[in-house]
């Protein structure tokens, strides 16, 4: 069983930067490759980015590549989301996730475990 609560969410002005962080606890967070989804009000849950078991391998939607940073630190069972030049676009619920796996995933199915989501607002 592994445990995720995100933070950092918040409301920012278009242009703006956010660091999300999500802290796992339970079994060893080191054996699961990290993800970061978002839904957007009635929308579907979205794929952002998401980061190998060791840190070395990461993988990003199109809609965020260049303008978001996803990272971990295996000591502190920390994963973040460093988004940059965020847009109106970006607006959404965010969701950290875990996946029983070595690389990044980009299906929700490949998934375990979810947060309970942390809310970014993107004002224009």
């Known amino acids: 069983q592994v445990q995720l609560v995100e933070s950092g969410g918040g409301l920012v002005q278009a242009g703006g930067s956010l660091k999300l962080s999500c802290a796992a606890s339970?079994?060893?967070?080191?054996?699961?490759?990290m993800g970061w989804f978002r839904q957007a009000s009635g929308k579907e849950r979205e794929f952002v980015a998401a980061?190998?078991?060791?840190?070395?391998?990461?993988y990003y939607a199109g809609s965020v590549k260049g303008r978001f940073t996803i990272s971990r630190d295996n000591v502190k069972n920390m994963v973040y989301l460093q988004m940059n030049s965020l847009t109106p676009e970006d607006t959404a619920v965010y969701y950290c996730?875990?996946?029983?796996?070595?690389?990044?995933?980009?299906?929700?199915?490949?998934?375990?475990?979810w947060g309970q989501g942390t809310q970014v607002t993107v004002s224009s």
């Open positions: 996730a875990a996946a029983p796996a070595n690389y990044p995933q980009y299906y929700t199915s490949s998934y375990d475990y």
């Open positions: 339970g079994r060893t967070f080191s054996s699961y490759s």
């Open positions: 980061i190998s078991r060791s840190g070395g391998s990461t």
